[in-house]
């Protein structure tokens, strides 16, 4: 009974090793993102949590939360309310 459920613990450790795997290779550094929001002054994203963006009105930018709707789009709100997008080229 042990090695039965030593062995459906493993399998499930090694599923998500490669599921974490899987998703890190669609966001990998070094991918070519562009992203766009009303008065960006530039934004940039290179995979993970974050994307860079700086808008106009403002001195500097910060890195604001992304929400990754597919392989090749995320997307964001700025701490004023202003959306952004970054899509992959």
Same mark, same amino acid.
């Given at each position: #009974?042990?090695?039965?459920?030593?062995?459906?613990?493993? #399998?499930?450790?090694?599923?998500?090793?490669?599921?974490?795997?899987?998703?890190?290779?669609?966001?990998?550094?070094?991918?070519?993102?562009?992203?766009?929001?009303? @008065? #960006?002054?530039?934004?940039? %994203?290179?995979g993970g949590k974050t994307?860079?963006?700086?808008?106009?009105? %403002?001195? @500097?930018?910060?890195? %604001?939360?992304?929400?990754?709707?597919?392989?090749?789009?995320?997307?964001?709100?700025?701490?004023?309310?202003?959306?952004?997008?970054?899509?992959?080229?």
């Amino acid at each position: #009974m042990t090695s039965v459920l030593s062995r459906a613990t493993s #399998m499930a450790g090694l599923s998500l090793l490669l599921l974490s795997v899987s998703v890190g290779a669609a966001f990998a550094q070094g991918d070519k993102w562009t992203c766009t929001a009303d @008065n #960006m002054k530039s934004g940039s %994203y290179r995979g993970g949590k974050t994307a860079k963006i700086h808008l106009k009105p %403002y001195k @500097n930018g910060a890195a %604001y939360p992304v929400t990754i709707v597919s392989e090749t789009e995320v997307t964001g709100v700025t701490k004023d309310g202003t959306p952004f997008t970054c899509v992959k080229s």
